[in-house]
């Protein structure tokens, strides 16, 4: 599979607005490892091999071991491997992610609000929506995934 278009040359002003919501993101308080493990799950609903890439990279660069990586598509039955805190995040990835298939229903917010702050919830919301938006990108253009490059 081939890169069809480099949307980041073709649209450098639409790539550098994106990249402000990443750098806000970056210091938004919430971890990055937190960050990054909602990144990789919302890309891997998505199917984004460039994201689904680029985030196991990310996460194993900041110390998640393997047997945490491998586990996040199936996080519900992983035990004690995520955090109650990364579990909600990850629920409320998968829920905004599909939001066409069932809307936000009151529990999953519930659930998010009991856990998060209003800023958290709010930047944990904004990284969801920004993961959505870049997977497009990367599977309508077909970004290559850096291991593909091996």
Known sequence: MSNRLDYAKAAPEGYKAFGGVYVYLQNSG????????????VSQINGCAYCIDMHSRDLLKLGVVVEKLVLVPVWRD??????DRERIALGWAETVTRVADMGVPDAEYEAAAAEFSDKELADLTYAIG???AFNRFGVTFRSTPAAAGK
């Open 30 to 41: 919430l971890s990055h490892e937190l960050i990054d493990l909602v990144y990789l799950r």
């Open 78 to 83: 992983a035990g004690d491997v995520f955090t």
């Open 130 to 132: 920004l993961m959505n």
